[in-house]
């Protein structure tokens, strides 16, 4: 078993629709982060959270440290939305532990 | 602020040929990280370097990777005599200085894709 799973390993949705990707993690943490991944592309840094909630536009992410778990949704989805979406743990000496990615596709 | 740079983007290579790969913190980040894809996989974290220093080496394989973050210049990930199943995209991501029980995020570079023929 991963130390960080994410769920759904892949969604399709239509354009406007409220997507919630989700992400479990077995191990003690200091940070949790969504990134953002388009094809061929690299990897942008969307949310670093420990607590809470943090909303930037359209994108907001949750956290829950005693259920160790996070969510990350998205609002007005739009088909530029489409990427591969990924969680990741900080522990220890600051590395990063990844999930193995939310495959979202938005359709017009 | 120019952000993490990484070069080259795409690395084509020989069996048995050694590679050589380049990552330039952003300006005034002294922490180094250095992750693998592997096709079809997640990113998996392979070297922690501070300048002159390695502090975190658990991901990388035992034999054919170094790595280096010299006080002067780019930190370099080799891979000596490469095989296919090192192609892969490797990217390097960068921090500030790391202050003790706190976590600092992590910029990530644009990924080297390395083929190996």
């Known amino acids: 078993k991963n130390e960080v799973e994410q769920s759904p390993q892949n969604l399709t949705a239509q354009e406007g629709e409220f997507i919630t990707i989700n992400c479990s993690y077995s191990?003690?943490?200091?940070?949790l982060h969504w990134l953002q991944q388009h094809p061929g592309g690299g990897i942008v840094s969307l949310f670093m959270?420990?607590?809470g909630k943090k909303k930037h536009g359209r994108l907001i992410a949750t956290i829950n440290i005693q259920e160790k778990h996070s969510s990350l949704h998205i609002t007005a989805s739009h088909p530029r939305d489409s990427a591969v979406y990924i969680c990741?743990?900080?522990?220890?000496?600051?590395?990063?532990?990844f999930g193995q990615g939310t495959r979202l596709t938005i359709n017009p | 602020n120019a952000g993490v740079m990484q070069n080259p983007r795409h690395l084509v290579r020989r069996r048995g040929q050694e590679a050589r790969l380049r990552c330039s913190p952003m300006k005034g980040h002294s922490h180094v990280y250095w992750y693998r894809q592997l096709p079809e996989e997640g990113l998996k974290f392979m070297v922690y370097l501070q300048k002159e220093n390695i502090i975190d080496e658990s991901g990388m394989p035992k034999e054919r990777f170094s790595a280096e973050f010299p006080k002067e210049g780019p930190s370099i990930l080799r891979i000596q005599q490469v095989v296919r199943g090192d192609s892969a995209a490797y990217f390097c991501a960068s921090s500030p200085r790391v202050w003790a029980g706190s976590y600092n995020e992590q910029f990530f570079g644009p990924g080297t894709r390395l083929t190996v023929l």
């Open positions: 959270l420990s607590s």
């Open positions: 191990v003690g943490i200091s940070a």
């Open positions: 990741a743990a900080s522990q220890g000496a600051q590395k990063l532990v």
